[in-house]
């Protein structure tokens, strides 16, 4: 905060300057004071750029952005003059730093505090995408810390979702560091965008630096379009909630509102209370109140500061002249109400939705009364800092509201509330959309003009299904649940909509309930399941009943893969570089071997041969024994059992570029490697049998089935595992296959465009048969089984689906309703028809015939 300078006005409209806030390169941030003693920061343009027409635009643009979107992690927009001599725009003032400036001040946030940020954003996120907005430009600077929690600020080129842009065309804007893929190669952006700059804004917030850096920008927009993260410090479990935002790929990155669920399982609002940050931070937002309250302006000293609601934003045509203000009402409100008069008019886009053959819906439009809906003010306020400025982008004039579904209590597994949308639309990212509301009257407080009056049409006959559900779902494929139970609705060729009964979900034959179950599926031994628990557990489950452990061990480490059957055991991590061997019987220690301080084991990769297993983790080399200092090295371990020892198996850096979840069968270390090539080592050596480049990223899951070796990412290819010889390839239609299984005779792939699990024969390569499904998560392998084969939900609330293996159906979709945050379904089926499904803190046993 400094002294107001010569060259800066008194006032903006009935605001009253008291002093500098900050400087960027659009213009400055004031604090002023209302007559009534609010206090305000007031962005000011520059007069330099007011000359430009495409500037004025913009301008407006970010002013009706700031206005629509409403939610406590944003700056609400109190007044504004978006057409003046000199336009301004003012928001609430809370006195608090940004990011950007808190960690440069104090440091890196710990860990809790990084955590209830991502909620706190991510809501932001969750309210611009929903208003049909993306950000664009998510960065330290433009997230300020307040007391209550933090907002999002600046929308300076935010865009709407339907691609409307005032740029010119190959031209890049915003904060290259923080940019998204897409953005740094000019694609377009949507909503996933500002997930991405979230991942790294994060990153930040726990390290204190980008997770991109660069010599040059050209460096820099490489490093983003094509480069890995550095994450090396980012603490757990942000690490992985991070790495998920920065999944290269726009449709495998998580949403925002599931990574605010991540990142607070109970709520924002719960972790974003007094003391969510570090003492130094606090200190500072409550020594800008001090210099607030001290400041010497006799306007308001003495006054108490009391925000002061904001009407509602109609969009009536504008005046020619502003109506005087009626005696009485503070000047600040009126003068609110005659910006409130000049806002154009923009009438919502009608979304037209075609039903099936027996009739269709009404259109409906996007957010109807919502866009009518009073801006509410926080109750706590919010900042406007006015960052370093690289834009000339602008936002759509069509803006509508959209609400988000709340977050529902947990029904009983299994079931579903009536007209419950299961699993995202296509094309509709993983928000489930709200019934509109009732149209305001014209004359009502709050009303826009309508929309163009849509036409009538029949709704279709599908008992006990909502309007709501049917309205999301035509945007690609879903399942709804109502009244009549669970339907698969999905998109013909003509554009109308077809509907599939579903039968029931299977009640699980029992549940295990118990400590968080770590993320990787049931491994299962003579009539029992195998889950691990934190802090720390390997839990055996009987088949028969598993409510119950038969055993439990305890003091594994807390890797995230399953547990290993080899040397006649079960294998599992110990801590440091330590490998246990458990009985399966009965849960007694059979073996521990250490390998002493020169290695740390992380992750446990497969058996290598009958008495080996592989394992990840890192060969440390000290200095001195004295000094205890040692550089790390991450390796590849095969370790013998019988003769406890170890080698190193020779797959460097260069040769593991993604994450490496190799298939070991007798013989060969199957794996896709960093290089665009799938590669077969030699177990009895360790040297390479054969090399296969295919020219593209692939997927790090692999499948070997008999004598092929099957790999995914814009094409399926099926290799001989003797020779690398190539037998098959299919190439995917649009996007890629992204996640497989192969059971018997056939490779079962899931597809990103459209949603949905493709069959292939394993011999041939011809497709058997297609089966549209909603939006899927596809991070873990296609689960088969003896009859069906299970695909987990991109939400993970939304559960699983069953799909029939002969036919290419979905059977019926299971979940237990809760959204968990990043702890995803995990599924796990034996060769005698058992299927386990994990998530969070049970472990379900269901029937599969």
Same mark, same amino acid.
């Given at each position: 905060?400094?002294?107001?300078?010569?060259?800066?006005?008194?006032?903006?409209?009935?605001?009253?300057?008291?002093?500098?806030?900050?400087?960027?390169?659009?213009?400055?941030?004031?604090?002023?004071?209302?007559?009534?003693?609010?206090? &305000?920061?007031?962005?000011?343009?520059?007069?330099?750029?007011?000359?430009?027409?495409?500037?004025?635009?913009?301008?407006?643009?970010?002013?009706?952005?700031?206005?629509?979107?409403?939610?406590?992690?944003?700056?609400?927009?109190?007044?504004?003059?978006?057409?003046?001599?000199?336009?301004?725009?003012?928001?609430?003032?809370?006195?608090?730093?940004?990011?950007?400036?808190?960690?440069?001040?104090?440091?890196?946030?710990?860990?809790?505090? $990084?955590?209830?940020?991502?909620?706190?954003?991510?809501?932001?996120?969750?309210?611009?995408?929903?208003?049909?907005?993306?950000?664009?430009?998510?960065?330290?600077?433009?997230? #300020?810390?307040?007391?209550?929690?933090?907002?999002?600020? /600046?929308?300076?080129?935010?865009?709407?979702?339907?691609?409307?842009?005032?740029?010119?065309?190959?031209?890049?804007?915003?904060?290259?560091?923080?940019?998204?893929?897409?953005?740094?190669?000019?694609?377009?952006?949507?909503?996933?965008?500002?997930?991405?700059?979230?991942?790294?804004?994060?990153?930040?917030?726990?390290?204190?630096?980008?997770?991109?850096?660069?010599?040059?920008?050209?460096?820099?927009?490489?490093?983003?379009?094509?480069?890995t993260p550095d994450l090396r410090d980012v603490p757990e479990p942000l690490d992985k909630i991070i790495s998920l935002c920065l999944a290269r790929d726009p449709d495998l990155r998580i949403t925002a509102e599931r990574l605010a669920a991540?990142?607070?399982?109970?709520?924002?609002?719960?972790?974003?209370? /007094?003391?969510?940050?570090?003492?130094?931070?606090?200190?500072?937002?409550?020594?800008?109140?001090?210099?607030?309250?001290?400041? /010497?302006?006799?306007?308001?000293?003495?006054?108490?500061?009391?925000?002061?609601?904001?009407?509602?934003?109609?969009?009536?045509?504008?005046?020619?002249?502003?109506?005087?203000?009626?005696?009485?009402?503070?000047?600040?409100?009126?003068?609110?109400?005659?910006?409130?008069?000049?806002?154009?008019?923009?009438?919502?886009?009608?979304?037209?939705?075609?039903?099936?053959?027996?009739?269709?819906?009404?259109?409906?439009?996007?957010?109807?009364?919502?866009?009518?809906?009073?801006?509410?003010?926080?109750?706590?306020?919010?900042?406007?800092?006015?960052?370093? /400025? #690289?834009?000339?982008?602008?936002?759509?004039?069509?803006?509508?509201?959209?609400?988000?579904?709340?977050?529902?209590?947990?029904?009983?597994?299994?079931?579903?509330?009536?007209?419950?949308?299961?699993?995202?639309?296509?094309?509709?990212?993983?928000?489930?959309?709200?019934?509109?509301?009732?149209?305001?009257?014209?004359?009502?407080?709050?009303?826009?003009?309508?929309?163009?009056?849509?036409?009538?049409?029949?709704?279709?006959?599908?008992?006990?299904?909502?309007?709501?559900?049917?309205?999301?779902?035509?945007?690609?494929?879903?399942?709804?649940?109502?009244?009549?139970?669970?339907?698969?609705?999905?998109?013909?060729?003509?554009?109308?909509?077809?509907?599939?009964?579903?039968?029931?979900?299977?009640?699980?034959?029992?549940?295990?309930?118990?400590?968080?179950?770590?993320?990787?599926?049931?491994?299962?031994?003579?009539?029992?399941?195998?889950?691990?628990?934190?802090?720390?557990?390997? &839990?055996?489950?009987?088949?028969?009943?598993?409510?119950?452990?038969?055993?439990?061990?305890?003091?594994?480490?807390?890797?995230?893969?399953?547990?290993?059957?080899?040397?006649?055991?079960?294998?599992? #991590?110990?801590?440091?570089?330590?490998?246990?061997?458990?009985?399966?019987?009965?849960?007694?220690?059979?073996?521990?071997?250490?390998?002493?301080?020169?290695?740390?084991?992380?992750?446990?990769?497969?058996?290598?041969?009958?008495?080996?297993?592989?394992?990840?983790?890192?060969?440390?080399?000290?200095?001195?024994?004295?000094?205890?200092?040692?550089?790390?090295?991450?390796?590849?371990?095969?370790?013998?059992?019988?003769?406890?020892?170890?080698?190193?198996?020779?797959?460097?850096?260069?040769?593991?570029?993604?994450?490496?979840?190799?298939?070991?069968?007798?013989?060969?270390?199957?794996?896709?490697?960093?290089?665009?090539?799938?590669?077969?080592?030699?177990?009895?050596?360790?040297?390479?049998?054969?090399?296969?480049?295919?020219?593209?990223?692939?997927?790090?899951?692999?499948?070997?089935?008999?004598?092929?070796?099957?790999?995914?990412?814009?094409?399926?290819?099926? #290799?001989?595992?003797?020779?690398?010889?190539?037998?098959?390839?299919?190439?995917?239609?649009?996007?890629?296959? $992204?996640?497989?299984?192969?059971?018997?005779?056939?490779?079962?792939?899931?597809?990103?465009?459209?949603?949905?699990?493709?069959?292939?024969?394993?011999?041939?390569?011809?497709?058997?048969?297609?089966?549209?499904?909603?939006?899927?998560?596809?991070?873990?392998?296609?689960?088969?089984?003896?009859?069906?084969?299970?695909?987990?939900?991109?939400?993970?609330?939304?559960?699983?689906?069953?799909?029939?293996?002969?036919?290419?159906?979905?059977?019926?979709?299971?979940?237990?309703?809760?959204?968990?945050?990043?702890?995803?379904?995990?599924?796990?089926?034996?060769?005698?028809?058992?299927?386990?499904?994990?998530?969070?803190?049970?472990?379900?046993?269901?029937?599969?015939?």
């Amino acid at each position: 905060m400094e002294p107001l300078g010569p060259d800066d006005p008194e006032k903006f409209g009935p605001y009253r300057l008291v002093a500098r806030l900050g400087a960027g390169g659009m213009g400055r941030v004031y604090l002023a004071t209302s007559p009534r003693g609010r206090v &305000v920061a007031v962005k000011a343009i520059r007069p330099e750029m007011t000359g430009d027409r495409k500037f004025h635009i913009r301008f407006r643009r970010e002013v009706e952005a700031a206005s629509v979107v409403t939610s406590r992690y944003t700056a609400p927009v109190v007044d504004a003059e978006p057409d003046g001599t000199t336009p301004w725009l003012a928001t609430t003032y809370i006195p608090g730093p940004t990011l950007a400036e808190a960690v440069a001040e104090h440091g890196p946030l710990p860990v809790e505090s $990084a955590l209830a940020l991502g909620a706190g954003v991510a809501e932001a996120l969750m309210a611009v995408h929903a208003a049909g907005l993306v950000h664009r430009d998510l960065k330290p600077s433009n997230v #300020l810390l307040a007391a209550d929690g933090p907002r999002v600020i /600046d929308f300076g080129i935010v865009r709407a979702s339907d691609g409307y842009d005032l740029t010119h065309s190959g031209m890049l804007f915003g904060s290259f560091e923080y940019m998204c893929p897409e953005h740094a190669t000019g694609d377009p952006i949507g909503p996933e965008g500002d997930v991405f700059s979230l991942g790294s804004v994060l990153a930040f917030a726990a390290t204190g630096r980008a997770p991109f850096n660069g010599s040059s920008v050209a460096a820099l927009l490489y490093q983003v379009a094509h480069g890995t993260p550095d994450l090396r410090d980012v603490p757990e479990p942000l690490d992985k909630i991070i790495s998920l935002c920065l999944a290269r790929d726009p449709d495998l990155r998580i949403t925002a509102e599931r990574l605010a669920a991540a990142c607070a399982p109970s709520g924002a609002e719960q972790v974003l209370g /007094d003391g969510w940050l570090p003492a130094p931070v606090t200190a500072s937002i409550a020594r800008r109140a001090a210099a607030v309250r001290d400041l /010497d302006d006799a306007s308001w000293t003495g006054t108490r500061v009391v925000p002061a609601p904001v009407g509602p934003v109609p969009a009536a045509p504008a005046p020619s002249v502003p109506q005087p203000a009626a005696p009485g009402p503070d000047a600040q409100a009126s003068h609110a109400q005659a910006y409130a008069a000049r806002l154009p008019a923009h009438p919502a886009p009608v979304a037209q939705v075609s039903a099936a053959a027996d009739g269709s819906l009404p259109g409906v439009a996007d957010g109807a009364g919502a866009a009518g809906a009073p801006v509410a003010a926080d109750t706590a306020g919010a900042a406007h800092a006015m960052g370093q /400025d #690289l834009t000339t982008s602008a936002m759509t004039t069509a803006m509508t509201t959209a609400t988000t579904e709340a977050a529902r209590p947990a029904p009983d597994a299994g079931t579903h509330g009536p007209g419950d949308v299961v699993g995202a639309p296509a094309g509709a990212g993983s928000r489930t959309l709200t019934e509109p509301a009732e149209p305001t009257h014209p004359t009502s407080p709050g009303h826009r003009n309508p929309s163009p009056t849509p036409r009538q049409h029949r709704a279709p006959s599908w008992p006990g299904v909502s309007r709501r559900a049917i309205l999301a779902a035509s945007l690609g494929t879903a399942v709804v649940v109502g009244g009549g139970g669970a339907v698969l609705i999905t998109r013909r060729k003509d554009g109308g909509q077809a509907g599939q009964p579903l039968g029931p979900a299977p009640k699980p034959d029992w549940t295990f309930r118990s400590d968080p179950l770590l993320q990787a599926p049931a491994v299962f031994a003579n009539g029992t399941a195998l889950v691990k628990t934190r802090p720390g557990n390997l &839990v055996c489950l009987d088949l028969k009943d598993g409510t119950r452990p038969k055993w439990l061990y305890r003091g594994i480490s807390q890797s995230p893969t399953p547990a290993l059957l080899a040397y006649g055991a079960v294998v599992a #991590l110990g801590s440091g570089s330590t490998v246990i061997g458990v009985d399966p019987a009965d849960g007694t220690e059979r073996f521990t071997l250490d390998f002493g301080p020169d290695f740390r084991f992380d992750t446990l990769l497969g058996g290598y041969t009958d008495r080996a297993v592989s394992i990840v983790g890192l060969r440390l080399q000290r200095q001195s024994d004295e000094e205890g200092v040692a550089t790390s090295t991450e390796t590849v371990f095969g370790v013998d059992l019988q003769a406890r020892r170890t080698a190193i198996i020779p797959i460097g850096a260069e040769d593991v570029g993604i994450t490496l979840r190799p298939v070991i069968v007798s013989g060969a270390f199957v794996y896709a490697d960093g290089l665009r090539n799938v590669t077969v080592r030699n177990t009895d050596d360790s040297s390479v049998r054969w090399k296969y480049p295919v020219g593209y990223d692939l997927r790090p899951g692999l499948a070997v089935l008999g004598g092929t070796v099957f790999a995914i990412g814009r094409e399926l290819i099926a #290799l001989d595992l003797a020779t690398g010889r190539l037998r098959w390839r299919v190439k995917a239609e649009h996007g890629q296959f $992204a996640s497989l299984g192969a059971a018997g005779d056939t490779v079962y792939v899931t597809g990103t465009d459209p949603y949905g699990v493709c069959a292939f024969d394993a011999e041939t390569g011809s497709r058997r048969w297609f089966c549209p499904t909603p939006r899927l998560n596809v991070d873990n392998p296609v689960a088969t089984g003896p009859h069906a084969i299970y695909v987990p939900a991109f939400e993970n609330r939304a559960g699983f689906y069953a799909i029939d293996t002969a036919r290419g159906r979905i059977l019926w979709n299971f979940t237990d309703g809760r959204e968990t945050g990043v702890n995803n379904w995990q599924l796990a089926c034996d060769g005698a028809g058992h299927l386990v499904a994990q998530h969070f803190d049970r472990a379900y046993s269901l029937p599969t015939s």
